[in-house]
């Protein structure tokens, strides 16, 4: 950890991520509008003291719905990554660890699951049970715990058959005691990398879900709704589509940035 | 007349986080035909100055300096093309490994006449293939006809060497560099290289280099010696004047860490004999499921007596390790009987870079064992661990270190605690000293000798080094194929083998 925090570009990602965290918990505190409240007369209103990042479409304060859509798309990816990186722990540490007839079956389902891609996979969800935030992130988490599942087995296979494994044995430990904390903390270099990964993958993938209109639903913000709202006015209100892109490309940056720098 | 004049060779690696210097001023000659040894440690800067001479150390990120003067060419500073002309035809060098040495795609007969088709372009395949019948018969490959069709992995890893000497030799090098070429082998196999390279060099007149960690190994080779020491050179001279009347400490450390032959170092005064540990009746133990399954251990019938050292000595693939693993119920795959009057038997492995989980501290990994079966609390669990790490030799302050930050032989002392944090009766030592350095390995054996007496400990010692075996057992097992062929008091067995692989191996080392 100490080495991470003198590698420059891991710590430019730090303050970036850091300053879209505290954006989107602080967000009600920092703008005094309401993101949802409608204003005929400031409709594609421009950038302004008042309005920093101008309105949309409805008069609504871009700036306000930005930090809303910020913690909304923040929410989905956190939560996403949560059950995929969950998920894909259990199925891949006991899979590589226990190996036989049960990780060959349990493989085979992961990889058919592995050969759709997230957003299909959500889309199937969201057709089975409607669209809403929950939904959202269940739908793409099970998606991401095939990539999850396979990393964390390949290091439990590599790990299982060290004689550090056998000496935990020896010791009087348990299976249950060997994966989760004699090999699992051995897959946390890489676990953390594959998180970050991760996460941009999640808020691409809540964008581009929000953005097809099976995501995120109206009036509520998300960065890839708003995107995808402000396409029809990308000639009147640049800014409309501008900043929520920015936000996004900022939050990606600043993880692709720590990752990188793990990784070194 | 010399044939290789090495003057104040440096080497600096720049790559680290300050510049490092892994050879120190290095100067030395090889005589026309001589033999040479270079002994030292890891880290001596042995194989890097042989390296060198064999031009293999073109990478970026180090500074040489120095001359390595051959045929009146410096071979550090002179072109690529004419370096080539010379690498692998006037000079050739055998590696550690006949493992990963040779490329496991290529037929071992294409490998061995590689030499020839770059050097010989005039010859003929014919030619070529005749040529390397001929290396291999040198060498003692036999089926040369065959051996020459087969790959790398269809070899031993003494048939491995054998063609990797034959590679080497093809093409008559005037100097051969041999960088630990028997320590991956058996020493049956060791004593037959070993042979193998003195007759090359009085049949043809090849000068040797010969880099080794083992002093009497380069005692029986070598007319001269060079003893190298953290990049310098500490000591040199003729093989007798170092060897009876060395004149530098460390020397003399070196020599004291190989156990000569019959030479006894400790024999355990507590046995008891009327009562066992451990006792196994027509033990069969298998590796492996379905059709891969396989029987490695045959038959074995022993017994082990309360307080003693057993010795359990075999070459690699003969099943010791696998049966050390069946009598701590880690191989499950068993037939016959076995009984261990030890509730928690505990093993030292050989590996002290895989036994320690490289993900926690030394403190979490010797406390682990209390957490499971004591259920102390933690202040207790600390001081405990406190008073191993003292007792093993180690400072406390490693408690809060990660196993990478230790040296081979203080995490083979970590592994050692940490089998004897469970207080057992018995002790499975699997080969505990091999991967350590020489000097290192004395003090580790010297560790377990007295914790087997603090702790009146009962030790299964598995090795394949029978100076090791007789220097400490008060009785040895000897293994071969599986099969227990042998076994008795240490002292009677080597005195009066009487199997007839026994008297092979016991010959084999000097």
């Given amino acids: ?264 | 007349m010399n044939i290789l004049n090495v003057e104040k060779l440096n080497i600096e690696f720049l790559d680290h986080e300050g510049p490092e210097k892994v050879v120190k001023d290095v100067s030395f000659n090889l005589e026309e035909g001589g033999i040479l040894g270079i002994v030292g440690e890891s880290g001596s800067g042995k194989s890097m100055t042989a390296l060198a001479i064999a031009g293999l150390l073109n990478r970026h990120d180090m500074r040489k300096s120095g001359k390595i003067e051959y045929k009146g060419r410096d071979l550090l500073t002179i072109p690529r093309e004419e370096l080539r002309s010379f690498q692998g035809d006037d000079i050739s060098m055998i590696f550690q490994e006949p493992m990963t040495s040779f490329d496991p795609r290529l037929r071992i007969g294409f490998q061995v006449e590689e030499g020839l088709g770059v050097h010989r372009p005039e010859m003929t395949a014919e030619e070529k293939k005749a040529a390397a019948l001929e290396a291999m018969t040198a060498v003692g490959l036999e089926n040369q006809e065959r051996v020459y069709m087969l790959y790398p992995h269809e070899l031993s890893g003494g048939m491995r060497q054998r063609a990797m000497i034959a590679a080497a030799v093809i093409t008559e090098p005037r100097i051969l560099i041999a960088d630990e070429p028997t320590t991956a082998l058996d020493v049956t196999v060791q004593a037959q290289i070993i042979k193998l390279l003195r007759r090359i060099n009085s049949e043809k007149g090849t000068a040797i280099l010969f880099i080794s960690h083992d002093m009497s190994l380069v005692k029986q080779l070598c007319k001269e010696v060079m003893v190298m020491k953290k990049g310098s050179v500490v000591e040199r001279g003729s093989s007798e004047q170092v060897y009876l009347h060395p004149r530098e400490d460390y020397t003399v450390s070196l020599m004291n860490a190989i156990p000569k032959k019959g030479v006894r170092y400790y024999r355990s005064e507590d046995i008891e004999s009327d009562s066992e540990i451990a006792r196994a009746e027509k033990l069969n133990v298998f590796v492996g499921n379905g059709r891969g399954r396989r029987c490695i251990v045959q038959d074995a019938s022993f017994s082990i007596r309360q307080g003693e050292i057993m010795g359990l000595v075999g070459e690699s693939g003969s099943g010791k390790t696998t049966l050390g693993k069946a009598l701590l119920g880690i191989n499950k795959d068993t037939e016959g009987t076995f009984d261990i009057h030890d509730p928690y038997p505990q093993m030292i492995f050989q590996d002290p870079y895989s036994s320690l989980n490289p993900a926690r501290t030394i403190g979490w990994i010797l406390e682990e064992p209390l957490r499971l079966r004591s259920r102390v609390d933690r202040e207790v669990r600390r001081e405990r661990v406190n008073e191993m790490l003292k007792t093993v030799g180690l400072s406390e302050d490693m408690y809060s270190r990660y196993p990478d930050q230790l040296s081979g032989g203080q995490r083979q002392r970590v592994s050692i605690a940490s089998a004897l944090m469970q207080t057992p009766k018995l002790v499975i030592a699997d080969e505990p000293v091999s991967a350590l350095d020489v000097t290192v390995q004395r003090q580790i054996l010297e560790l377990i000798r007295e914790l087997k007496e603090k702790y009146s400990l009962t030790v299964l010692f598995i090795s394949h080094d029978l100076r090791v075996v007789y220097s400490l057992c008060d009785s040895v097992m000897i293994m071969k194929d599986g099969v227990i062929v042998e076994q008795g008091d240490t002292d009677h067995v080597y005195e009066a083998p009487a199997h007839e692989y026994t008297k092979k191996l016991l010959a084999a080392v000097d």
């Avoid at chain 1, 059950?83 to 007839?101: D, E, P, R, W």
């Fill in chain 1, 1 to 264: 950890m100490k080495k991470l925090m003198k590698n420059k570009s891991f710590r430019a990602g730090l303050v970036i991520t850091g300053v879209m965290v505290f954006l989107a918990i602080a967000g009600p505190f920092i703008t005094p509008w309401d993101p949802e409240e409608m204003n005929r007369g400031l409709k594609f209103s421009g950038v302004s003291l008042s309005h920093i990042m101008g309105c949309d479409n409805f008069g609504r304060d871009i700036f306000s719905r930005v930090l809303y859509g910020l913690r909304t798309t923040m929410i989905v990816a956190v939560g996403t990554v949560f059950i995929g990186c969950a998920g894909g722990v259990i199925i891949g540490s006991l899979t590589g660890y226990f190996g036989g007839i049960f990780d060959t079956v349990v493989m085979r389902i992961n990889d058919v699951l592995f050969a759709f891609p997230a957003v299909l996979i959500a889309l199937v969800f969201v057709s089975l049970f409607g669209s809403s935030d929950v939904i959202l992130i269940v739908a793409l988490g099970v998606a991401f715990i095939p990539s999850f599942a396979r990393m964390v087995r390949s290091e439990f296979l590599r790990n299982r058959s060290l004689d550090y494994v056998a000496a935990a044995r020896l010791q009087g430990a348990g299976n249950f005691r060997i994966i989760f904390f004699h090999i699992l903390p051995n897959a946390w270099p890489v676990l953390l990398q594959s998180v970050i990964i991760g996460f941009n993958n999640a808020v691409l993938a809540e964008a581009g879900m929000s953005f097809l209109g099976i995501g995120v639903q109206p009036p509520a913000a998300s960065l890839g709704r708003m995107l995808s709202e402000a396409q029809s006015y990308i000639r009147v209100a640049p800014g409309y589509a501008l900043f929520p892109g920015l936000v996004i490309i900022l939050m990606v940056l600043g993880l692709g940035l720590m990752s990188r720098a793990s990784y070194e």
